[in-house]
């Protein structure tokens, strides 16, 4: 029926998302919309509880399952009325759009009763950062152009409240200022280049540089120790945070 990812294809950390997602997902609406459905894991898990689901990514969804209509969209502009959606679940997103702001107006003006929120919590975007060896930009990790917290959250959506707040999964992935210039000029070789996202800058693949000068591979070595030798002292915290929004009757 579909042709969508298996919970066994993703990540542990993916998984948890996930289910920590639907275990708080407002059960009876009677539409959702989800944006950014990438390889529809939570597709099929909406679809389970609603029977008619909108699933939006900024290439149109190739997928297909039962009660899902499949759109291509940018969440910055949003082609639906205002509040078509019972609930509007956008998570793993808001993090890599350039205009977030414009993006969060969107998404509370085409829900009607709830949003539901999942980004990276206070995420260090300096520690394993890439730099590009067809253009030369430096990337953060995953594509994550943005960060947030409680307060930033909260001021993209004035208008609504917040009926419940989760934290997931805990990290110590802080970096400092030194380490970070000292592999940012070796070229950035420890980075997290096994991810599936591109370049920002030129959408090319990133790929580990294969040929640093002497000077260069010390500069990296000496940046990954300091990295290594805070990370010991950086005290946990949550990598992920979700945030369960309630419209009705507060605008």
């Known amino acids: 029926m579909a042709e969508t ?10 998984q948890v998302r996930l289910e920590r997602v639907m275990s708080i997902m407002p059960r009876g609406a009677a539409t959702i919309l989800e944006i950014g459905a990438r390889h529809g894991a ?14 939006l990514d900024l290439k149109k969804p190739a997928f297909r399952i039962d009660g899902v209509t499949n759109v291509q969209g940018d969440v910055r502009r949003l082609q639906f009325l205002d509040n078509s959606f019972e609930c509007v679940v956008c998570t793993e997103v808001l ?6 702001e414009a993006a969060a107006k969107e998404i509370a003006r085409v829900a009607k009763s709830y949003v539901l ?3 990276p919590y206070r995420q260090d975007t300096r520690a394993g950062r890439m730099t590009c060896v067809h253009c030369g930009k430096i ?3 995953f594509g994550h152009i943005n960060t947030f ?16 707040l989760e934290y997931l999964s805990k990290n110590r992935e802080r970096t400092n200022f030194l380490s970070t210039w000292l592999e940012d000029f070796a070229g950035n070789p420890y ?17 580990e540089p294969v040929r640093l000068s002497f000077v260069r591979r010390v500069a990296g070595a000496l940046g990954i120790r300091l990295y290594h030798l ?17 419209k009705k009757h507060f605008q």
């Open 230 to 246: 805070q990370y010991r002292f950086n005290r946990p915290r949550a990598t992920w945070m979700l945030v369960l929004f309630e």
């Open 117 to 119: 929120i999942g980004v």
């Open 42 to 55: 939570m597709t099929r898990r909406l679809a389970e509880i609603c029977q008619d689901v909108t699933a």
């Open 139 to 141: 990337n953060p990790p």
């Open 191 to 207: 980075g997290t280049y096994d991810q599936e996202e591109p370049c920002i800058a030129c959408g090319g693949k990133l790929e």
């Open 95 to 100: 993090e890599h759009v350039p205009d977030f």
């Open 5 to 14: 990812i298996e919970l066994n294809e993703i990540s542990a950390l993916e």
């Open 149 to 164: 917290d409680e307060a930033k959250i909260k001021s993209l959506f004035p208008g609504l409240k917040i009926s419940l």
